[in-house]
């Protein structure tokens, strides 16, 4: 093995050098002063410098050793085994530094590529931070300009509030002539007096008006109720579908029905046939064998409970005996009938707000949601146990519940309106009226014109809307009643 160093000559001295390791101060100065790959290379050349020249001055020890003669015998072989493994030692050192300048010169690189992803990190950091300026300064300029819009919003607003204060006290000069053209041709003392006390609401009357998510619902025109209406209608008959199937074969479902609800059987015959229960029954029999028919009848007994037991003074019973003695009595007097006093359209329009102030006052008591939460929870276990002979699978109490939600909502926006309502379902045989009965498709389609149609089964309602306001009544019909006709 040659013991030349690079870039010297050959050292003839047979001592070996003290020390083959630079100290590290001179290495951290190195590696500073110079590239990095070259700093490793001459480094890595160094060491194998060094473990050559050991190996030449040991082999140069051996040969002196064996020319002297001083080697012979058994200390020969012990010195020749020391030797050899120091010679082992030496390229084993010599193997090590070629691997750890190979290391250190892939760190190297990797610490260079390390830097560079550090310098492109930098980079978008600045580049979001720049971003991040730009959109802060279009956010500034935006809030600017929104708060300049605002700020000519409430201007034209003000605006607007000017001139209809300025149209509302035309309208009120206008009201106070032709009250007094109405006081001189009228000289009834009650009218007169109501007429007088119609310029405006009280402040009770301002203070039990709804607020909040009810806010919209009164006063209401006559014409906003037909989509409510024919929402919930078209609510329960989509639920009724569900009755498209029977529960058990239909040859048993008579009996089925009889069996499990006697009163709901003799409740469905006598809408078939008011007059004799027993003719009735045998139109039900048929009915309720066939698909359409059932679902159609099911609309009409769900339909019935909700107009009478929702939309009339017993939906709100329970609240307390006074208010509940109270409703049904102004119930009495709009109704009218035999015994009731006749009362002018003005005194119903004080019943009518008297009604509404009863309810307001359960809407805004303290127990007013818990009342409503118990009566829809009543009522919905009602209908689910009215009509649990025709359930399956299929129908479920959540389906019923919402049916009754939607009613109670309505019922609530009809009792706060100030508004009567009156629902009407004609008895089969009656005639068909193009102004109040709509023929439902899938029975009529085969029926030529309208003229001699007799109503079979009145599915839902005709609903109008009879408003006392003004001391005039104005009735307006806002849904025809949907039937079945022969």
Same mark, same amino acid.
């Given at each position: 093995?040659?013991?030349?160093?690079?870039?010297?000559?050959?050292?003839?001295?047979?001592?070996?050098?003290?020390?083959?390791?630079?100290?590290?101060?001179?290495?951290?100065?190195?590696?500073?002063?110079?590239?990095?790959?070259?700093?490793?290379?001459?480094?890595?050349?160094?060491?194998?410098?060094?473990?050559?020249?050991?190996?030449?001055?040991?082999?140069?020890?051996?040969?002196? =050793?064996?020319? %002297? /003669? @001083?080697? #012979?015998?058994?200390?020969?072989?012990?010195?020749?085994?020391?030797? +050899? $493994?120091?010679?082992?030692?030496?390229?084993?050192?010599?193997?090590?530094?070629?691997?750890?300048?190979?290391?250190?010169?892939?760190?190297?690189?990797?610490?260079?590529?390390?830097?560079?992803?550090?310098?492109?990190?930098?980079?978008?950091?600045?580049?979001?931070?720049?971003?991040?300026?730009?959109?802060?300064?279009?956010?500034?300029?935006?809030?600017?300009?929104?708060?300049?819009?605002?700020?000519?919003?409430?201007?034209?607003?003000?605006?607007?509030?000017?001139?209809?204060?300025?149209?509302?006290?035309?309208?009120? =000069?206008?009201? %106070? /002539? @032709?009250? #007094?053209?109405?006081?001189?041709?009228?000289?009834?003392?009650?009218? +007169? $007096?109501?007429?007088?006390?119609?310029?405006?609401?009280?402040?009770?009357?301002?203070?039990?008006?709804?607020?909040?998510?009810?806010?919209?619902?009164?006063?209401?025109?006559?014409?906003?109720?037909?989509?409510?209406?024919?929402?919930?209608?078209?609510?329960?008959?989509?639920?009724?579908?569900?009755?498209?199937?029977?529960?058990?074969?239909?040859?048993?479902?008579?009996?089925?029905?009889?069996?499990?609800?006697?009163?709901?059987?003799?409740?469905?015959?006598?809408?078939?046939?008011?007059?004799?229960?027993?003719?009735?029954?045998?139109?039900? /029999?048929?009915?309720?064998?066939?698909?359409?028919?059932?679902?159609?009848?099911?609309?009409?007994?769900?339909?019935?409970?909700?107009?009478?037991?929702?939309?009339?003074?017993?939906?709100?019973?329970?609240?307390?005996?006074?208010?509940?003695?109270?409703?049904?009595?102004?119930?009495?007097?709009?109704?009218?009938?035999?015994?009731?006093?006749?009362?002018?359209?003005?005194?119903?329009?004080?019943?009518?707000?008297?009604?509404?102030?009863?309810?307001?006052?359960?809407?805004?008591?303290?127990?007013?949601?818990?009342?409503?939460?118990?009566?829809?929870?009543?009522?919905?276990?009602?209908?689910?146990?009215?009509?649990?002979?025709?359930?399956?699978?299929?129908?479920?109490?959540?389906?019923?519940?919402?049916?009754?939600?939607?009613?109670?909502?309505?019922?609530?926006?009809?009792?706060?309106?100030?508004?009567?309502?009156?629902?009407?379902?004609?008895?089969?045989?009656?005639?068909?009226?193009?102004?109040?009965?709509?023929?439902?498709?899938?029975?009529?389609?085969?029926?030529?014109?309208?003229?001699?149609?007799?109503?079979?089964?009145?599915?839902?309602?005709?609903?109008?809307?009879?408003?006392?306001?003004?001391?005039?009544?104005?009735?307006?019909?806002?849904?025809?009643?949907?039937?079945?006709?022969?």
């Amino acid at each position: 093995m040659s013991s030349q160093r690079p870039g010297q000559g050959h050292q003839g001295s047979s001592r070996l050098p003290r020390t083959t390791t630079p100290n590290q101060a001179e290495v951290m100065a190195q590696l500073k002063a110079q590239p990095s790959e070259v700093v490793i290379e001459r480094k890595r050349e160094e060491l194998e410098y060094q473990c050559r020249n050991v190996q030449a001055k040991l082999q140069a020890i051996q040969k002196h =050793l064996h020319s %002297e /003669g @001083k080697l #012979s015998g058994e200390s020969a072989n012990v010195f020749e085994g020391k030797l +050899q $493994a120091l010679t082992d030692s030496t390229k084993h050192m010599y193997l090590l530094g070629h691997d750890m300048g190979v290391q250190l010169s892939k760190a190297r690189r990797l610490i260079k590529h390390l830097a560079a992803d550090n310098e492109g990190l930098r980079q978008n950091v600045q580049d979001f931070k720049e971003v991040l300026q730009e959109k802060h300064a279009l956010i500034a300029s935006y809030q600017q300009k929104d708060e300049s819009e605002d700020a000519s919003l409430v201007e034209e607003l003000r605006e607007l509030l000017a001139r209809s204060e300025a149209e509302r006290q035309t309208l009120q =000069l206008q009201l %106070e /002539g @032709k009250r #007094s053209l109405w006081m001189r041709t009228h000289t009834d003392h009650q009218e +007169q $007096a109501a007429a007088l006390a119609a310029s405006g609401p009280s402040a009770q009357q301002i203070a039990l008006r709804p607020k909040g998510q009810l806010a919209h619902t009164a006063p209401r025109e006559a014409e906003d109720w037909e989509p409510e209406f024919s929402r919930l209608f078209t609510m329960v008959k989509g639920y009724c579908k569900l009755f498209e199937n029977s529960p058990v074969p239909i040859a048993h479902l008579e009996n089925h029905v009889r069996t499990r609800a006697a009163d709901l059987w003799n409740h469905m015959a006598r809408i078939l046939h008011p007059a004799d229960l027993k003719v009735g029954e045998k139109y039900l /029999g048929l009915a309720i064998r066939n698909d359409a028919y059932r679902q159609h009848l099911l609309t009409r007994v769900i339909l019935q409970y909700l107009v009478n037991s929702l939309f009339s003074p017993e939906g709100w019973e329970g609240f307390s005996p006074d208010l509940d003695a109270e409703l049904k009595d102004l119930s009495r007097k709009l109704m009218g009938g035999r015994g009731v006093q006749v009362y002018k359209s003005h005194e119903r329009q004080a019943l009518l707000d008297r009604r509404t102030s009863l309810v307001s006052q359960i809407l805004a008591s303290e127990h007013g949601e818990a009342f409503q939460s118990d009566k829809k929870a009543y009522h919905t276990s009602c209908i689910q146990t009215m009509i649990s002979p025709f359930t399956s699978a299929g129908n479920t109490f959540e389906d019923v519940a919402g049916l009754v939600n939607r009613a109670w909502v309505l019922s609530r926006e009809m009792w706060l309106s100030g508004l009567m309502f009156i629902f009407t379902w004609n008895d089969p045989g009656a005639k068909f009226s193009p102004e109040s009965h709509l023929a439902i498709a899938d029975n009529s389609s085969a029926v030529k014109g309208t003229h001699g149609w007799k109503i079979k089964l009145a599915v839902t309602p005709s609903v109008v809307v009879r408003e006392d306001r003004n001391m005039t009544i104005k009735t307006t019909p806002i849904l025809k009643s949907k039937v079945l006709v022969n």
